[in-house]
């Protein structure tokens, strides 16, 4: 099975041999296909690269079928029979097509059989299917959606019918997945009937590459991962106040400085940026795209069924672009230019000129029948300080909103003029937005009906699952993220049109789409890890009917897709197979119970006394269990007598303050509130992921909280189990005050905690989750008062996040 798997090598050299069998077929037969002679031959001939996701990405899937007797696909198709019997792939196997439309996606299929079998196109065009063949049909007048397809194998013939290039592109990638090939030149397909089409007509992937740049290869890869799971749209990220990686031959400023910026630390690209310009004798990061490489992107995106969707941030989000022309942040009444906050000057015409002359290139380089100008997270301030804009205001009657609304409706009348579609992130809805624009909604699925009634064309692209650079599990061992929590499971389950009472609004959801954002993606490599295998439930989300989703049924095809895409080179993270060690307050016996269970099917081996877990049968994890003490759990997730994780290692608590009564003197922001008070002493660890609902977050407010214990007891610690991620504005306590009581009414302090140089150090690395222990001498009370201060960030609201308060 190991030549099943080609290396971009021998795919290089495929196809070279493939264009020469294509020149001796054109001498060979009697019937010359004009489509060989057209000056589109070259374009004919690069789009036999689209196999490179038919060979990386299918070849391993199809080997499973016949070892499995089952039918392994992604996305599952919405009806599909399975029937007795194969069809018998051998030396005779010949493929027919009805038009010359199929020839391109008939060559698809001679490259996946290459080189176990040798199957010529027959070239004569033939409107029906012929014994021992597989015929490719596509004709308009087919009673088939514009990209599905009509699939049907038996013991005799193969046949796939569409009404659409598109739909026959989408019907073989199903086919590939199907076809199993043994080692002596015959294979077979399972006997079955696929009457299939997309749920959303919007199937898409995001990829930032402000924040870390990603090569043009990569770019291609990437593409090919979208069009090997039937997504359609590949938004491309290109601006941000971080980075400008679009060349602009009208202002080549914006990459000659915007492009690069000096290297500080640059896993951390949201913190401390500052350009690079030619002469600084410092290391530069960063890169840019040439037109002539996004043309050549754009191209092989089209090839593969794929529309790409730029993206040029306006009006805020742009600090790189004030670094190439400062003329454009706000002035105050003297003139004197405000602090860059990202946000361009809404009263200068030379913002709007600038922008215009941006757009004039990019139109001519993208097709795309939308353009995305972001409109995300303005900050507005300086549009209250700038004097021309307050004049602005005035003259209009305009609030901060109404200006944002007049800049980004500028722009799509700006666009319509030139035949394109405005389309931006869902606050731009403020104000009052043309009707005419259309939004990509990235809140919280709570939220999704109301942008919805706002009545324009809209894409779910959900923060509460869509996000993929959130975490994909709970386990101290995952590598850097955004502190979101977007398990696999949880993007699986999600249903896009959930939370819409009004049914009728669901024709506004144009589709589904995936935002990666690379804040801690600095490589492809990392970009792998977070999009795999999430992507895999995106494509189910996007293309089948939620009637026909299933938990059960993908987690085992998804299993075999993992290792597969392993195979061929694909870093797929292994965060599904961890064992997840859960915990929460058994509320009859006040014991912790623990759970240790992976989302994708694996065994879980582990230990309750510090030493390592091994593969014995006493070590294996078969239900949950209760602890009445404190015990340190170790755990190992095992698959075909292989580990597939880190050994995952947790401290399980069980502590005296556990259910008690507890009261807060100040409330937590209403997004992080948790199960309120109570959070803080369920025995619930939220690990690293602040956003997982774990946590008790407090903006710009001390914690105060008091228990009351269920009888007086003798307590030697107090701690606080918290969580920093500076980059989300979440810092560490300042300082934590324990008092103590034995009335409820009469406290005296017990000890006290404060910050040190090496706790600020944590704070610079990341997301990192530390208990902060305040130490007593032996006391004996009833009632503990805990206060930790919130530090204070100039011009910046901070938070504490808590999730546990440990009384011992």
Not at 211 to 224: C, N
Request: proline share 4%.
């Amino acid at each position: 099975m190991k030549d099943q798997v080609l290396t971009i090598g021998v795919y290089l050299v495929f196809l070279l041999e493939i264009k020469k069998s294509l020149n001796s077929t054109c001498k060979r037969v009697s019937v010359q296909i004009p489509i060989f002679k057209s000056p589109n031959f070259m374009k004919n001939y690069y789009l036999l690269s689209l196999v490179v996701l038919t060979v990386i990405f299918s070849v391993s899937c199809t080997s499973n079928v016949r070892k499995n007797k089952g039918i392994n696909l992604i996305p599952y198709p919405n009806s599909l029979a399975k029937q007795e019997g194969n069809f018998k792939v051998n030396r005779k196997t010949f493929i027919t097509m009805n038009s010359e439309k199929s020839l391109e996606i008939a060559k698809l299929l001679v490259h996946r059989f290459k080189p176990h079998l040798n199957i010529p196109v027959q070239s004569e065009l033939t409107g029906e299917s012929s014994p021992n063949a597989i015929h490719l049909s596509v004709d308009t007048n087919y009673n088939i959606p514009f990209e599905g397809y009509k699939l049907k194998v038996n013991e005799k013939s193969v046949t796939l019918l569409a009404s659409s290039e598109n739909g026959l592109f989408y019907g073989m990638q199903t086919l590939l997945q199907l076809i199993y090939i043994e080692d002596k030149g015959r294979g077979d397909i399972p006997c079955v009937q696929i009457t299939d089409s997309p749920r959303f007509a919007w199937r898409g992937m995001h990829l930032d590459v402000s924040r870390h740049f990603m090569p043009t290869a990569f770019i291609k890869k990437y593409i090919d991962y979208l069009a090997a799971n039937k997504l359609n749209v590949f938004h491309w990220h290109l601006v941000d106040g971080t980075g400008w990686r679009i060349e602009i031959k009208s202002h080549p400023e914006l990459t000659d400085i915007g492009a690069w910026r000096v290297v500080k630390d640059a896993d951390k690209p949201w913190k401390d940026i500052e350009a690079w310009k030619e002469g600084d004798d410092r290391p530069k990061y960063g890169g840019y795209y040439s037109q002539e490489e996004i043309k050549e992107i754009v191209k092989y995106a089209q090839d593969r069924f794929i529309t790409v969707l730029p993206e040029i941030e306006l009006p805020g989000h742009s600090e790189i672009v004030f670094d190439c022309y400062p003329q454009l942040v706000c002035k105050d009444s003297r003139g004197k230019s405000l602090k860059n906050i990202g946000v361009y000057c809404a009263a200068n015409k030379e913002s709007y000129q600038l922008l215009e002359d941006v757009l004039d290139e990019v139109i001519e380089l993208f097709p795309s029948e939308y353009i995305h100008i972001g409109g995300d997270e303005v900050n507005k301030s300086n549009w209250k300080k700038c004097a021309t804009c307050k004049n602005l205001m005035r003259k209009h009657k305009y609030d901060e909103k109404s200006l944002q609304s007049h800049f980004v409706n500028h722009f799509d009348k700006y666009l319509l003029s030139k035949g394109r579609k405005l389309i931006g992130w869902h606050e731009i809805l403020e104000g009052d937005l043309s009707s005419s624009a259309s939004i990509m909604y990235w809140g919280g699925m709570n939220g999704l009906e109301k942008a919805l009634k706002e009545g324009h064309p809209t894409v779910n692209s959900t923060g509460t699952s869509y996000y993929f650079d959130h975490y994909q599990s709970s386990s101290k061992n995952e590598l850097p993220a955004w502190g979101g929590f977007s398990p696999l499971h949880q993007v699986y389950e999600l249903n896009p049109l959930s939370h819409i009472s009004d049914t009728s609004l669901y024709q506004n959801v144009l589709g589904v789409q995936a935002n990666v954002w690379t804040e801690h993606m600095k490589t492809p490599e990392k970009v792998e890890y977070m999009i795999f295998p999430r992507i895999f439930a995106l494509a189910e989300n996007a293309w089948t009917k939620e009637e026909n989703k299933s938990w059960e049924r993908f987690r085992t095809t998804v299993d075999k897709f993992i290792a597969d895409y392993q195979k061929a080179g694909a870093n797929c993270s292994m965060s599904a197979y961890r064992p997840i060690i859960s915990t929460k307050l058994d509320t009859l016996t006040k014991m912790l119970e623990v759970r240790i269970e992976p989302e994708l099917e694996a065994e879980v081996y582990y230990t309750l006394d510090g030493s390592e877990p091994t593969i014995e049968k006493e070590h294996l994890y078969t239900e949950p269990f209760l602890l009445d003490s404190t015990k340190v759990l170790k755990a190992i997730s095992v698959k075909n007598a292989k580990v597939l994780t880190e050994m995952e290692t947790e401290r399980l608590i069980v502590h005296k303050a556990r259910a008690c009564e507890i009261d807060l003197k100040n409330q937590p922001y209403s997004k992080y509130a948790g199960k309120g008070a109570k959070t803080l002493l369920d025995l619930e660890r939220g690990g690293k992921i602040w956003g997982n609902g774990k946590w008790l977050g407090f903006l710009n407010k001390d914690l105060d909280a008091s228990i009351k214990l269920n009888t007086a007891a003798n307590i030697k610690s107090v701690s606080l189990s918290c969580i920093t991620d500076k980059g989300a504005s979440i810092l560490f306590p300042e300082s934590i005050q324990v008092f103590v009581s034995k009335d409820g009414k009469s406290y005296k302090l017990a000890g006290e905690w404060s910050i040190t140089d090496s706790i600020r150090s944590v704070e610079e690395q990341g997301v990192e989750n530390k208990l902060l222990t305040v130490d007593l001498e032996v006391l004996n009370c009833e009632f503990v008062k805990v206060i930790a201060t919130c530090p204070k960030q100039e011009r910046r609201g901070t938070f504490i996040f808590i999730d546990e308060l440990i009384v011992e």
